[in-house]
C-alpha cells in the first residue's frame, strides 16, 4: 500500500477479516443448498448459521501447526459450531473456497476500479472542453510537427480511458466466475446444483467447466486490461511530464501552497505524482508477466500460482485505484500556460507550415518530389539561419512562379490546423 494514502474501500475488500467472512458465507451457502436438495437436515442448517463465526487469532495459532489455511478455518470453525460442524465443507475442496472468494473479491475491486474510471473520464472531458481551441505545438520524435489543441490532448485520453473501461468491464465479468465442484472438478461428491445456487446467491457465473482451480486465463485476461490502464495512465503522466521541462513549460502539474520541491533546491516544482504513476504502472506491467506464468500448471492444479496470487491481485488493484484517483486530481489541478504555448509556437519561425504549401504546390501541376524539395530547401533555410520561413518562402523565385504572395500568406494561418476540432470532439461524444 502507498504510505500516508487512505483508500478503505478497495484496502478493506483484500482484509484478512473480509476474506474469512466470504469464506464463511460460501461455507454456508454450500450447507444451506445440501439441505434444499435434502442432503443435510434444515435445523443442522440453522444451527450452522447461529453458531458459525471465525477468531483469527486462533486460525492462525492452527494455520501454524497444520500449515494449511484452509483446514486451519474448517478447525477453528468446527470449535464454535460443535457436531453440525460435520456437513460443513461437505464434498468440498479448498479450491472450491478460494477461488470463489478471489472472484467475489475481485468482482468487488471492478467496482471501485469502475468508479474511478468513470470519475476521469469526466474530469478529462471537462478539460478537453474547456481547452478545446487552446492552440499548442503538436510534437512528434520531440520535435515541432503542426499545430495541436490541448483539447484534443485530453480528448484523445478521454477517448482511450474509455475503451480501456470497456475492457475492464469485459475482463470484469470474466472474472466474476465461481467453482464449487470439488477435488477435481467432476462433482464426484457434489451436485452441480450446489455450485449453481452458491454462485447465483453470491452474484456470480458458474465456471461452466473446471479441474480443481478456475482456469487462469481468466486471472490473466483481468490483470491484462489493468496492465493496459496503467499503461495509458503512465504514457498521460510521460506527456505531462515532457511538457512541464523548463524549456516548454506548457502545463504543470498542481502544486500546493505549502509544498516543497526539493530538500536542496527551494525552487523546484517537480511532477512528482506524475513521476510516481510512470513507476507504479511498471509494478502493474510486472505482475502481469507473474499472472501469464500463472495459466500453466501441473495436470488439475498445482499450488505455484497460490503464492504469488495473494500480492499481486491485492497489489494491483489498490495500485489502480491510488493511480485512478491521483491522475484524477492531476486532471483537475493542472496548470496551463497559453501564453508559453503561443511563445513555442514561434519558435520554429513558421516552418511548420511546410505541408500547406507543398500541397498547395502539387496542386497547381508540381510533381511531389519537386514540391517537396522545393520547400524543405527553405525549410532548412529558415532553421539553420534562424530567419522567419514565410519570409524566405515569399522570396523564393521558384516558389513565386506558381503561388502568389496572396495565396502564401493565406498558407500562413493558425486556425487552419484546427478547423475540425468540432468535429473531431463530436465523434467521440465531446460537446
Aim: glycine fraction near 6%; charged fraction near 30%.
Amino acid at each position: 500500500m502507498i504510505p500516508r494514502y487512505s483508500l478503505p474501500a478497495m484496502v478493506g475488500v483484500w482484509k484478512e477479516e473480509e476474506k474469512f467472512k466470504i469464506w464463511l458465507n460460501i461455507e454456508i451457502l454450500v450447507c444451506e443448498a445440501w439441505a434444499k436438495l435434502g442432503k443435510i437436515p434444515p435445523g443442522e442448517v440453522d444451527t450452522i448459521k447461529k453458531k458459525a463465526s471465525f477468531d483469527i487469532e486462533r486460525i492462525n495459532k492452527i494455520e501454524e501447526e497444520v500449515k494449511h489455511d484452509v483446514i486451519a478455518f474448517l478447525t477453528a470453525l468446527s470449535e464454535k459450531v460443535g457436531p453440525s460442524s460435520r456437513y460443513i465443507h461437505l464434498g468440498l475442496t479448498s479450491s472450491d473456497i478460494l477461488d470463489t472468494t478471489l472472484a467475489v473479491q475481485l468482482k468487488r475491486a471492478s467496482e471501485i476500479i469502475v468508479k474511478d474510471m468513470e470519475n476521469l473520464i469526466q474530469a478529462l472531458k471537462e478539460k478537453a472542453i474547456e481547452y478545446k481551441y487552446t492552440i499548442m505545438m503538436g510534437r512528434t520524435h520531440g520535435v515541432h510537427a503542426e499545430p495541436v489543441t490541448l483539447g484534443l490532448k485530453f480528448a484523445l485520453w478521454y477517448e482511450e480511458i474509455k475503451r480501456s473501461l470497456h475492457r475492464i468491464k469485459i475482463a470484469s465479468e470474466e472474472i466474476a466466475c465461481g467453482k464449487v465442484s470439488g477435488a477435481v472438478g467432476t462433482y464426484a461428491h457434489l451436485d452441480p446444483q450446489v455450485e449453481e445456487f452458491v454462485c447465483e446467491r453470491l452474484g456470480l457465473k458458474a465456471s461452466p467447466v473446471s479441474n480443481q482451480i478456475i482456469q487462469r486465463d481468466r486471472h490473466c485476461f483481468y490483470l491484462a486490461a489493468l496492465a493496459i490502464l496503467a499503461s495509458s495512465l503512465d504514457k498521460f503522466c510521460v506527456e505531462i511530464r515532457s511538457l512541464q521541462r523548463t524549456e516548454i513549460m506548457e502545463v504543470e502539474e498542481g502544486f500546493g501552497k505549502k509544498q516543497k520541491g526539493s530538500s536542496a533546491m527551494p525552487h523546484k516544482k517537480n511532477p512528482i505524482i506524475c513521476e510516481r504513476i510512470c513507476g507504479l504502472a511498471r509494478v502493474l506491467r510486472a505482475n502481469l508477466q507473474a499472472a501469464l506464468e500463472n495459466i500453466p500448471l501441473w495436470g488439475e492444479r498445482d499450488i505455484s500460482h497460490s503464492s504469488c496470487e495473494r500480492i499481486i491481485f491485492p497489489d494491483s488493484t489498490i495500485l489502480i485505484d491510488y493511480m485512478l484517483v491521483k491522475f484524477t486530481d492531476v486532471v483537475k489541478d493542472i496548470r496551463v500556460y497559453p501564453e508559453n504555448m503561443h511563445k513555442n509556437i514561434k519558435l520554429s519561425r513558421g516552418v511548420f507550415f511546410s505541408q500547406g504549401i507543398m500541397l498547395r504546390l502539387i496542386e497547381k501541376g508540381l510533381s511531389r518530389e519537386d514540391a517537396y524539395k522545393m520547400v524543405q530547401k527553405d525549410a532548412m533555410q529558415s532553421l539553420e539561419r534562424g530567419e522567419n520561413f514565410k519570409k524566405i518562402i515569399k522570396e523564393d523565385k521558384d516558389i513565386a512562379n506558381h503561388l502568389s504572395q496572396k495565396q502564401i500568406e493565406e498558407l500562413f494561418n493558425l486556425k487552419y490546423y484546427i478547423r475540425y476540432v468540432d468535429k473531431i470532439m463530436e465523434r467521440i461524444g465531446v460537446v
